[in-house]
């Protein structure tokens, strides 16, 4: 059974540039979260993706978007680079969109972005 | 707003004692919390969960407690080793969407 899986796991961007994040989630899951983890932080909720629309949305400017695909797969893009979008990514899967809140969420182990 | 915190950023114990890492939380209508595992360069790993109708949940050589009165949760690993040496975070989950705190490092010494 697959877990969550994230690529690119490592990337470099300059300024200004856009960057496009991949996740598939967890076999059998349809909910994909996307998260920022600064250094040092907790990982911060950008927004939830379900039945291929955004479902939340946390405080992040419109640089960030996303997509969720018909195999519940998902992207994360990211406009307009500055160097403070420098972070750790993360996606989480889940079950059930934003309806229930008693499903585990699992987490898949990253893209690490360096803006320079 | 509301928002899940931790006490101690930076716990330090002896390889064979019993760890307490702790977590207070801000909104009484939270109903269920999450106990994540994150080493070093890796995302989080579930470790255990807990519903406010319960006061105490058993994993393996981990316990949480909930305690709804004062809005506090703890974990508590037995027996720690080595390999519990990490960064520890209590979440909240409304609607599959997870508040964090900042994380309690756990430094386990040999």
């Known amino acids: 059974d697959a877990g969550v899986t994230q690529s690119p796991t490592h990337l470099i961007k300059t300024r200004g540039q856009q960057v496009t994040l991949r996740c598939s989630p967890k076999?059998?899951?349809?909910?994909v979260s996307w998260y920022q983890q600064a250094l040092g932080q907790g990982p911060q909720f950008i927004f939830q993706y379900y039945e291929e629309e955004e479902r939340q949305r946390g405080n992040f400017p419109d640089r960030f978007s996303g997509h969720q695909f018909p195999n519940y797969s998902s992207e994360l893009n990211v406009n307009a680079l500055l160097l403070g979008d420098s972070a750790l990514y993360l996606c989480a899967s889940s079950l059930g969109g934003g309806r229930s809140s008693g499903n585990t969420i699992y987490f898949g182990e990253g893209s690490w972005l360096t803006v320079v | 707003g509301e928002s899940v915190g931790l006490h101690l950023p930076t716990l330090s114990v002896q390889e064979g004692d019993n760890s307490i890492i702790n977590c207070a939380y801000s909104?009484?209508?939270?109903?269920?919390f999450i106990w994540y595992k994150q080493e070093s360069g890796k995302g989080p790993q579930f470790i255990i969960d807990?519903?406010?109708?319960?006061d105490k949940r058993q994993g393996q050589r981990v316990t949480v407690l909930l305690n709804k009165t004062v809005k506090h949760l703890s974990l508590q690993i037995a027996a720690t080793q080595p390999g519990d040496s990490a960064v520890y975070f209590c979440a909240e989950n409304a609607g599959n969407m997870l508040t964090f705190g900042g994380g309690t490092r756990l430094m386990v010494k040999p």
């Open positions: 076999s059998g899951h349809d909910t």
């Open positions: 807990i519903r406010s109708n319960m």
């Open positions: 909104n009484s209508a939270s109903d269920y």
